[in-house]
T-cell receptor, first 113, second 115 residues
Framework: LAKTTQPISMDSYEGQEVNITCSHN???????ITWYQQFPSQGPRFIIQ???TKVTNEVASLFIPADRKSSTLSLPRVSLSDTAVYYC??????????????FGSGTRLQVQP | DADVTQTPRNRITKTGKRIMLECSQT?????MYWYRQDPGLGLRLIYY???????NKGEISDGYSVSRQAQAKFSLSLESAIPNQTALYFC??????????????FGPGTRLLVL
C-alpha cells in the first residue's frame, strides 16, 4: 500500500509564496487532510485541514484536487519564522477495512533573508 | 501546549532498564496517542487509545506497552529498553469529531537516550 510522501526539504526567501505538496494516493474515503508545523524541540502544531477543493485560513491555504490523492499547502509571503518542518496527516486505507492515521515524513522548509 | 504535558522531558537510561513516560492532559479529550520521532523518519504511531477501555496498537508497538489510567493520563512503558529506542517521544490528544478527521494536540516531547 502506498505511503504518504512529501519532499524532504525546500528553500525559499522572505516574502515568497511556498507550496508544499503531499502525495497520499491511498487516502481513506471519508478522511480529511491535515497539515502540521513543527519547530525544533516542540510538538507539531495544527495549521489547516480540508476535505476537497480549497480551504483558507489566516495562516495558509490548502488545495485538494478532485481525486484527493494529493494536497498542496500554500504559505503566502513566508518570513524567517516560517522555517520549520511541515507534515501532512491523512487517514490511510489499510487491509480488512481498517484505517490508520499516517503522517508524511515531513518537509523541512528553510526561509532565507 | 501547556494543556498536554509530558514527564520527564529528558531521560537517559541503560539497556535492559524498564522506564515509563507519562502524559497528562487537561483538554478533556477522549483520544490519546503516543508517537516516536526519529531524524528523517517523521512521526510514527506507537499506540493509541480512544477511551479508558480502548487501547490499540499503532505502526510500531513492538517493545512498548501502554496504560490508560484515566481519561487524562496515558503512560508509555519500555519494558526492557534497547539503544534503538533512543528517540523523541510525543504524546497527543484529540477530540472525537463527527465528519472531519480530529485535530491532534501535541505535548512538548520527551527526549530518551538509551545507552
Amino acid at each position: 500500500l502506498a505511503k504518504t510522501t512529501q519532499p524532504i526539504s525546500m528553500d525559499s526567501y522572505e516574502g515568497q509564496e511556498v507550496n508544499i505538496t503531499c502525495s497520499h494516493n491511498n487516502i481513506a474515503t471519508n478522511d480529511y487532510i491535515t497539515w502540521y508545523q513543527q519547530f525544533p524541540s516542540q510538538g507539531p502544531r495544527f495549521i489547516i485541514q480540508g476535505y476537497k477543493t480549497k480551504v483558507t485560513n489566516e495562516v495558509a491555504s490548502l488545495f485538494i484536487p478532485a481525486d484527493r490523492k494529493s494536497s498542496t499547502l500554500s504559505l503566502p509571503r513566508v518570513s524567517l519564522s516560517d522555517t520549520a518542518v511541515y507534515y501532512c496527516l491523512v487517514g490511510e486505507k489499510k487491509a480488512m477495512g481498517r484505517r490508520a492515521l499516517t503522517f508524511g515524513s515531513g518537509t523541512r522548509l528553510q526561509v532565507q533573508p | 501546549d501547556a494543556d498536554v504535558t509530558q514527564t520527564p522531558r529528558n531521560r537517559i537510561t541503560k539497556t535492559g532498564k524498564r522506564i515509563m513516560l507519562e502524559c497528562s492532559q487537561t483538554k478533556g479529550h477522549d483520544r490519546m496517542y503516543w508517537y516516536r520521532q526519529d531524524p528523517g523518519l517523521g512521526l510514527r504511531l506507537i499506540y493509541y487509545s480512544f477511551d479508558v477501555k480502548d487501547i490499540n496498537k499503532g505502526e510500531i508497538s513492538d517493545g512498548y506497552s501502554v496504560s490508560r489510567q484515566a481519561q487524562a493520563k496515558f503512560s508509555l512503558s519500555l519494558e526492557s529498553a534497547i539503544p534503538n529506542q533512543t528517540a523523541l517521544y510525543f504524546c497527543a490528544t484529540s477530540d472525537l469529531r463527527t465528519g472531519a478527521t480530529e485535530t491532534q494536540y501535541f505535548g512538548p516531547g520527551t527526549r530518551l537516550l538509551v545507552l
